[in-house]
């Protein structure tokens, strides 16, 4: 049975878990900074590198101790290695190199966003490549299409802020708290969906990607005078209805993906697909369902649009259970489980990543820079 170490350290979570290639999490330990970001209202990335220092050595041999096993008992070490805040990502690959070292055991080093991109099939047997995933998270905000490991293509992406950090920037406008996400969907779940008239950005467009920004620009030009339930709903039906637009544009212009996992031509929706016909043919074949993953994935109402949106193109939904959609070390241990089942290891001297896009070769959009 093929074990893997995962730690993760690419935000404010600390986390290490054990993990199998036949699905099983033997354990996972991880440790929250809430309390240590609240008083600034968002991640300050010096406090969360060196809490990551303090933490993560405690969480592995916690893990271990856990699952009842040794470090010489696993077959590999799988750390993120970015995106992130690059000081806490140097410290989870920084100890993932060491011990890899000291173990003699093969180093893999995870994109953090390939983590996500491929934890719903830790928690899900039957979801099977290829996928559509609508990967929206903290840091982006994504539509791609998951052919195999290590085999993305983007078709979107967001111009400018990322779901996540909309609801974290208007939890903090609202004096909601922090972590942002959860705390909007709570005064949401208090307010009226249509009491504020917001911008849907984007929505109907003949442009793929997403946009937030302005969304949450709306937001703080009216603050004080709604109440923060109302601002939170408005806000966060705003993002649905965004959320599901783009999407729908995605179904709509891709019926059908290649079922040979290679190189194809980047760009928009229609260049992307002009190189498959957009026709099932010899070498096609439908979508196996609609995914999403990323913090803003645990989302209700987000989960539950998609659902249906899922449902009226006859495709699948598949979601992580709601502790996988955060960050977490099983789902870094999983997409190692993975990338090592595939022949695919890494030098220890492999570099941490700030920026690190899944499709290297995605055209690049207005606005989105490095970080598309």
Known sequence: MMIILGIESSCDETAAALVTGDRQVLAHRLLGQEAAHAPFGGVVPEIA????VEALEPLIVAALADAGLKLADVDAIAATAGPGLIGGVMVGLVTGKALAHAAGKPLIAVNHLEGHALSPRLSDPDLEFPYLLLLVSGGHCQLLLVEGVGAYRRLATTIDDAAGEA???TAKLLGLGFPGGPAVERAAALGDPKAVPLPRPLKGSAEPHFSFAGLKSAVARVVGQYSPEDLAASFQAAVVDCLIDRTTKALEKLPFVSSEVETHPRGDFSTSLEANGGRDGPHTRRPTALVVAGGVAANTAVRGALQALASAHGLRFVAPPLWLCT????????????????????????????RWPLDPNAEAVRGAGVKA
């Open 49 to 52: 590198a060196r809490a990551h």
């Open 167 to 169: 609801f974290d920037k």
């Open 327 to 354: 960050d977490n070390a099983a789902m870094i241990g999983w997409a190692g489980a993975e990338r090592f089942a595939a022949g695919l290891t890494d030098p220890l001297d492999v570099a941490a990543r700030p």
